[in-house]
Nanobody, 127 residues
């Protein structure tokens, strides 16, 4: 069965760095879009970043541009989210997601209807 397992969450101080990992197994060959989402307590889930395995293009929501980097280890079927210059506003549960895409289909962090989701990993930034 399909599994996406996030890891690497924790508590860091403002200005610190943290790298999240998402290890996938059992994904269909058609999966070509990966993304990270986050949700703070009492707030709606928001898209953070996406990566297309068709061309390895990445996109980021404005609030994390220049601070977060999404990447993939192709040999391990694992994606990462490097987070730098962390702010209290970055606090939340971070989720990894993946979705099939047809040839030429767009991969975007704003797609909240992705098919496969992990259970999340908590990131807390303190002052």
């Amino acid at each position: 069965q399909v599994q996406l397992v996030e890891s690497g969450g924790g508590s860091v101080q403002t200005g610190g760095s943290l790298t999240l990992s998402c290890a996938a197994s059992g994904l269909p060959r058609s999966v070509a879009c990966w993304a990270w989402f986050r949700q703070a307590p009492g707030k709606e889930r928001e898209g953070v970043a996406s990566l297309s395995t068709a061309d390895y293009t990445t996109e980021y929501t404005d609030s994390v541009k220049g601070r977060f980097i999404m990447s993939q280890d192709k040999t391990k079927n694992t994606v990462f989210l490097q987070m730098h210059s962390l702010e209290p506003e970055d606090t939340g549960q971070y989720y990894c997601a993946a979705d099939p895409r047809p040839i030429g289909g767009r991969c975007h962090y704003g797609d909240y209807g992705m098919q496969y989701w992990g259970k999340g990993t908590l990131v807390t930034i303190s002052s």
